[in-house]
């Protein structure tokens, strides 16, 4: 009855609160009930929500035209989920081992309406969908029937270990984004963000954080991750070669239009395959530093010198800065940080100098803004944006709508906000720019806390350092899935880490930590 009631009317904004709400409640509940029933109830509300909002656009005209054949397509994909979720009921080592595998795999699917803020399809991680669906079913449905079947089990309340802060705060920055959806000028951007990006990554948080993350699994879940970046590298290779793009014909056309060609592999874009790509080699390197087998060695030596190649033929400078800061908290953690920082201090100078005698050569030579896209523009204007509502900001998903409409000239170059931090800040104001960095803040302490000597801690911190710049660089925080991914096993690690009880290790204060050795 509450779907009914929130798909009516003007109810879907307030739907998708209440959405954001049941996925908190899923990420911070202790109790399995409380918890199956909140990422249940989100599941099924976000997806509804969109519906409602397509029903009568034109993706959906085809459906309209051919309802049995949309009812059977339906019915297929139902089949497929069941199938997987017994799967994963089955043999729960799948649910971390296909989310490693999905992670990158995007499909484009025409989302948006007319009135949209001007791109009308989207690269959906579809196939992530799928795995996140089925494990988080996988899960409920056992724990439903056991406690509504009246056996022993439903006796049984089992509690959770208390949450991280950046697990509270990130459930408070979801209601808080849906909330300010409220008086958006582009609401079904917000609602996007919402159900495809928030709603089922909090999900998959959830279970990655339920997981028993042992050495074994992660190995096999960073060797499934290197396998996937290889064959991704040896596509981008394939498109360099050939000089011909596979997918995204936007980025062909831009190619035939500058002097330089740039590879994009299964992701549609330069810059977010180049970041995949970093990430991977600042894991890859953390066994090198690390694991002393000479096999681990080869195999991390000769992967990184594939992935680096790919990484070239990607031109994306963001992620070359995202990979240089990585390799720089790797450093720092395994040895001493302050001859790292030392060394970094020495480089940003050099850099300094050399681009400021020599503009020309780093294409500066006509400004940052006409080197870097248009994206010198975004930020300054992002800033304007933020100062005319610094409170509460022009509301979730405004960017690009309010961007376009106050500086149509700097918008016919890029509207996409390519900078995390001015993107709270002119969507969610001070409110929203208070808590997104209190986030952040929370996710580091808990993630670098007592890492040194754990090489898997090690290398999820530095992996996420990596990421948080790439996104001041280029976007999508939490909007990539990784983000979140490495927040789950992060968090996971860090609560094995804690310690059992006072006499658990009373000379090392140590108790209870997860010693893994690559």
């Known amino acids: 009855m509450l779907t009914l009631a929130v798909l009516s009317g003007p109810w879907p904004r307030l739907g998708v609160i209440v959405a954001a709400l049941l996925a908190g409640a899923g990420i911070l509940s202790r109790s399995d009930i409380r918890r199956a029933w909140a990422m249940l109830g989100a599941m099924l509300l976000g997806p509804g929500l969109l519906l409602d909002d397509v029903w009568h656009s034109s993706q959906l005209s085809y459906a309209h035209r051919h309802p049995a054949e949309a009812a059977a397509a339906a019915l297929a994909g139902l089949v497929v989920l069941g199938v997987a979720a017994y799967a994963m009921h089955r043999r729960p080592m799948l649910v971390p081992l296909l989310t490693m595998l999905a992670l990158p795999f995007r499909i484009p699917i025409n989302t948006g309406g007319v009135a949209s ?44 270990p208390p949450r991280h802060l950046f697990e509270k705060l990130l459930s408070a920055f979801i209601v808080l984004y849906a909330i300010q959806g409220l008086y958006s000028p582009d609401f079904e951007k917000a609602l996007q963000n919402e159900v495809f990006f928030y709603l089922p990554f909090a999900v998959l948080l959830a279970l990655l954080r339920d997981i028993e993350w042992t050495r074994d699994l992660l190995v096999k879940c960073l060797t499934l991750t290197a396998v996937v970046a ?43 395959f180049g970041r995949y790509l970093a990430l991977v080699m600042v894991l890859l390197v953390t066994v090198l530093l690390y694991d002393q087998r000479v096999r681990a060695q080869i195999a991390s030596i000769v992967t990184l010198a594939v992935l680096w190649g790919c990484l070239i033929f990607t031109l994306s400078r963001s992620s070359l800065a995202a990979l240089s800061l990585g390799m720089a908290v790797l450093a720092a953690l395994r040895w001493r940080a302050r001859p790292v920082l030392y ?25 940052v803004n006409n080197a870097s896209d248009g994206r010198g523009n975004l930020v300054t204007n992002g800033i304007k944006l933020f100062g005319e509502r610094p409170l509460q900001g022009w509301g979730s998903g405004s960017f690009s709508t309010e961007y376009t409409l106050k500086f149509p000239i700097a918008a016919r170059s890029v509207s996409d906000s390519h900078n995390i931090p001015v993107t709270v800040a002119s969507e969610q104001g001070l409110i929203g720019l208070a808590l997104y960095v209190a986030l952040v803040l929370a996710a580091i302490a808990t993630l670098i806390r007592n890492v040194r000597g754990d090489p898997f801690r090690v290398g999820i911190a530095a992996t996420f350092l990596a990421l948080l710049l790439h996104t001041m660089l280029y976007a999508a925080f939490l909007e990539d899935p990784v983000t979140w991914t490495l927040l789950g096993i992060g968090g996971a690690l860090a609560t094995a880490a804690r310690p059992a009880n006072a006499e658990a290790a009373p ?12």
Do not use: C, M
């Not at 959906?124 to 406690?147: E, G, Q």
């Not at 330089?260 to 992701?267: G, K, L």
């Not at 000379?507 to 690559?518: A, N």
């Open 507 to 518: 000379d090392s204060g140590r108790g209870g930590r997860l010693r893994v050795g690559v």
């Open 343 to 367: 060394l970094a201090v020495a480089v940003i100078i050099a850099g300094a100098v050399a681009v400021a005698t020599h503009p020309a050569r780093f294409g500066l030579n006509q400004g």
């Open 117 to 160: 803020t001007g791109a009308n399809s989207s690269d959906l991680l579809l196939p992530l969908y799928l795995v996140v669906t089925a494990a988080a079913l996988a899960w409920i449905v056992p724990t439903l029937r056991a406690y509504h079947g009246g056996g022993a089990v439903a006796n049984v309340r089992r509690e959770r």
């Open 230 to 272: 290889v064959i991704s590298a040896l596509i981008g290779f394939g498109e360099e070669i050939t000089q011909t793009l596979w997918l995204n014909s936007k980025l062909a056309l831009q190619n035939q239009l500058h002097e330089y060609f740039t590879v994009n592999s299964i992701f549609f874009d330069p810059n977010i």
